[in-house]
């Protein structure tokens, strides 16, 4: 999910709402899921396998309680149950679908419960009235681990109550009043256990929810510390981190273009600051209009002064962008009596070198040389630092 699915804003909302943790927007909720969905299938096949191993323990009990069917509940238990939870945990870490990784966690649970409930109806003993008691405590036991979902939590309930409600009517002898006490007993545990579930899901979307805000803030933070205030372009520590990145990756050709604003004093004195901020903001968007936004990079450097850094692109290529700002520029058309032209224009410098060759320091000195040159041969034009007569050393 991109940043700019979900805003600060609408986060700060959500924090602030009551339910704003039990609900996010489609944009969050892909974006928590992307987060914490992998982590959870994991969490769940280990859930899995540790049941298994428990699962089997239970073997005892079947022998102890139902020694008539202790054969057939061993073959259930080692040549269908546990395959099956072995299988699930062996696949649950690659399912990427919530749905399917919170149906294989509850088809676990509905096994164990329709084995339990096999023996039940198969079994003669004098203590199948205690051994049905595994159904329910199965249910609690491992819905409360694996703190399954409350849609999930409420349809393996109706699934487990609906099996037993089957079991007993397939077994019969039951009365009714034990029967009533016994679902009873079953919907409060159920409940009881949803309701846990639902509440520590809530607290977890909320950390979430407040991590989110947190680093919101901070991107948020950090981009106000690296952009100027007026133009919206990058200032100088922005430049420092981009140029750091730059030079650090492989060896590229990087060019730089210098350019100010010609008499650029004389506008503000004339028609006041106010006037020169406009300017500047638009000065700023002919110059990000002719540059790729993923690569290159726009600086204030102060003042009137811009610098725009464009990677992988030689002096020629870079004479022909500083040339298109130029003439947008010109083509604005705000007037400025203190200048020739009566418009206002702006001075270009161009250099381009290896960052093999050359530091940023470098390039930026001889791109200011250029400049420097075309500000001295009359202004409102572009000087490319190698087309000098005697280029500064770069």
């Given at each position: 999910?991109?940043?700019?699915?979900?805003?600060l804003?609408?986060?700060?909302?959500?924090v602030a709402?009551?339910?704003?943790?039990?609900?996010?927007?489609?944009?969050l909720?892909?974006r928590?899921?992307?987060?914490?969905?992998?982590?959870?299938?994991?969490?769940?096949a280990?859930?899995?396998?540790?049941?298994?191993?428990?699962?089997?323990?239970f073997?005892?009990?079947?022998?102890?309680?139902?020694?008539?069917?202790f054969?057939?509940?061993a073959?259930?238990?080692?040549?269908v149950?546990t395959?099956w939870?072995?299988?699930?945990?062996?696949?649950?870490?690659?399912?990427?679908?919530?749905k399917w990784?919170?149906?294989?966690?509850?088809?676990?649970?509905?096994?164990?419960?329709?084995?339990?409930?096999?023996?039940?109806?198969?079994?003669t003993?004098?203590?199948a009235?205690?051994?049905?008691?595994f159904?329910?405590?199965?249910?609690?036991?491992?819905?409360?681990?694996q703190?399954?979902?409350?849609?999930?939590?409420?349809r393996?309930?109706?699934?487990?109550?609906?099996?037993?409600?089957?079991?007993?009517?397939?077994?019969?002898?039951?009365?009714?009043?034990?029967?009533l006490?016994?679902?009873?007993?079953?919907?409060?545990?159920?409940?009881?256990?949803?309701?846990?579930?639902?509440?520590?899901?809530?607290?977890?979307?909320?950390?979430?929810?407040?991590?989110?805000?947190?680093?919101?803030r901070?991107?948020?933070s950090?981009?106000?510390?690296?952009?100027?205030a007026?133009?919206?372009?990058?200032?100088?520590?922005y430049l420092?981190?981009?140029?750091?990145a730059?030079?650090?990756?492989?060896p590229m050709?990087v060019?730089?273009?210098?350019?100010?604003a010609?008499?650029?004093?004389?506008?503000?004195?004339a028609?006041?600051?106010?006037?020169?901020?406009?300017c500047?903001k638009?000065i700023?968007?002919?110059?990000?209009a002719?540059?790729?936004?993923s690569?290159?990079?726009?600086i204030?450097l102060?003042g009137?002064?811009?610098?725009?850094?464009?990677?992988?692109?030689?002096a020629?290529?870079?004479?022909?962008?500083?040339?298109?700002i130029?003439?947008?520029?010109?083509?604005?058309?705000?007037?400025?009596?203190?200048?020739?032209?009566?418009v206002?224009?702006?001075?270009?410098?161009?250099?381009?070198?290896s960052?093999?060759?050359?530091?940023?320091?470098?390039?930026?000195e001889?791109?200011?040389?250029a400049?420097?040159?075309?500000?001295?041969?009359?202004?409102?034009?572009t000087?490319?630092?190698?087309?000098l007569?005697?280029?500064?050393?770069?």
């Open positions: 999910m991109p940043q700019s699915a979900i805003t804003q609408e986060v700060e909302e959500l709402s009551r339910r704003g943790a039990a609900s996010f927007p489609p944009a909720e892909a928590y899921e992307r987060e914490s969905g992998p982590r959870r299938a994991r969490f769940l280990r859930i899995a396998l540790r049941s298994a191993v428990i699962y089997n323990l073997l005892v009990c079947e022998y102890l309680l139902a020694p008539d069917m054969m057939v509940a073959i259930l238990h080692l040549c149950v395959p939870m072995l299988f699930v945990a062996h696949v649950l870490p690659s399912v990427s679908s919530p990784r919170e149906s294989l966690a509850t088809s676990i649970t509905l096994a164990i419960v329709a084995q339990i409930l096999v023996i039940y109806c198969l079994t003993s004098p203590f009235a205690r051994y049905i008691y159904a329910p405590v199965t249910f609690l036991t491992l819905t409360s681990v703190r399954l979902p409350v849609v999930y939590g409420f393996l309930a109706a699934a487990v109550f609906l099996m037993m409600a089957a079991a007993n009517q397939l077994r019969g002898g039951m009365q009714f009043e034990i029967a006490a016994n679902a009873m007993t079953f919907a409060c545990i159920a409940g009881a256990i949803i309701n846990s579930n639902s509440l520590v899901s809530r607290e977890q979307r909320r950390l979430y929810l407040l991590s989110v805000r947190d680093q919101l901070a991107e948020l950090d981009s106000d510390a690296n952009a100027d007026l133009t919206g372009l990058g200032n100088r520590r420092d981190k981009r140029a750091r730059l030079w650090a990756a492989a050709q060019a730089a273009i210098i350019f100010d010609d008499h650029f004093k004389s506008f503000n004195d028609y006041g600051h106010t006037r020169g901020d406009t500047l638009r700023a968007a002919c110059a990000t002719e540059l790729r936004e690569s290159d990079v726009a204030r102060g009137e002064e811009f610098l725009l850094l464009l990677v992988d692109t030689d020629e290529v870079a004479e022909i962008v500083a040339e298109r130029r003439a947008t520029i010109a083509a604005l058309g705000i007037p400025h009596e203190g200048n020739p032209n009566g206002v224009t702006s001075s270009f410098g161009v250099a381009s070198v960052t093999r060759a050359a530091t940023l320091e470098q390039l930026v001889a791109a200011d040389a400049l420097y040159v075309a500000k001295s041969a009359g202004r409102n034009r000087q490319r630092h190698d087309m007569r005697h280029p500064v050393a770069a």
